[in-house]
């Protein structure tokens, strides 16, 4: 069935319509709030609710529009909301724990791609959330620009210059926070 015809299944209250919308766009709604958030049970509670917001505002929908942008849209909206929240827990956190020293840690070999990843994933946390946000939903998702502006809720030609310059300040984490990295991949 069509997106528009499960649409209109799931506005007219057959809940089959809905659980296949569900099931198309979970995935996409989960990564997007797991790049977000960085942890997966609080990326999960995100992408519950995204999916429950979503449902109750169903009726006001465009359902000429695609439903993927607007889920995902929705998605970081909550993710945004989740991670100022977290923050405030974090900092009271770390301010009763700064007299405890940190564990040392045993990290077992990893292969070379590996840790490119996780420093390329620690580079890209280092960026501002919007940065974050276009960055995830171009390379991570993989979405189209006119996807990402609907889901940022922007002009395409925003989305072309967020990027770009979200881009640049990548660069600059890589250059000064992880040379490695960026030895690799101009050899």
Known sequence: MLEPDLIASARQGEPAGWEALVQQH???VFRLAYLLLGDADDA???AQEAFIRAFG???RFDSTRP?????LRITANLARNRRR???RYVAALQRALRAEPEPVLVVEQATLQQIDAQQLWQAVRRLNPPDQEVVYLRYFLELPEAEMAAALDVAPGTVKSRLHRALKRLRAVVEADFPSLQERFTA
């Open 26 to 28: 979970q995935t996409a």
């Open 44 to 46: 999960q509670d995100v």
């Open 57 to 59: 505002a169903l009726e």
């Open 67 to 71: 439903l993927r942008p607007w889920l």
């Open 85 to 87: 929240s977290l923050g």
